[in-house]
């Protein structure tokens, strides 16, 4: 049985940080990822990093602010959130699952999904 665990949301004032964390058990994936969505929105990806935590990728709108990583002896996936904006505010989930390459980034491809944690950025 797949397990992902996600903490770490919150409300914070833009400009501010955070960091989400997402612990995994009952097995290995090749990628895990993050996802996100607003509220009358569909869910969109934000950052994904292979199981051996090399070669993250982001959606343009985050690149240079949330820095995807994990841990390998946790078992546990992380991102870092600063300089977050209002634009900012979704539910975040946590996922798992294979991945392929598009034009030199992982892709990740979702079966299986944490139960999301609240982001809230006050302008």
């Known amino acids: 049985q797949v397990q992902l665990v996600e903490s770490g949301g919150g409300l914070v004032q833009a400009g501010g940080s955070l960091r989400l964390s997402c612990a995994a058990s009952g097995r290995t994936f090749s990628a895990m990822g993050w996802f996100r969505q607003a509220p009358g929105k569909e869910r969109d990806f934000v950052a994904a990093i292979k199981w051996s935590g090399d070669s993250p990728s982001y959606t343009d709108s985050v690149k240079g602010r949330f820095t995807i990583s994990r841990d390998n002896v946790k078992n546990t996936l992380y991102l870092q959130m600063n300089s977050l904006k209002p634009e900012d505010t979704a539910i975040y989930y946590c996922?798992?699952?294979?991945?392929?390459?598009?034009?030199?980034?992982?892709?990740?491809?979702?079966?299986?999904w944490g139960q999301g944690t609240q982001v809230t950025v006050s302008s």
């Open positions: 996922a798992a699952g294979p991945y392929t390459v598009v034009r030199g980034t992982i892709s990740i491809t979702p079966t299986s």
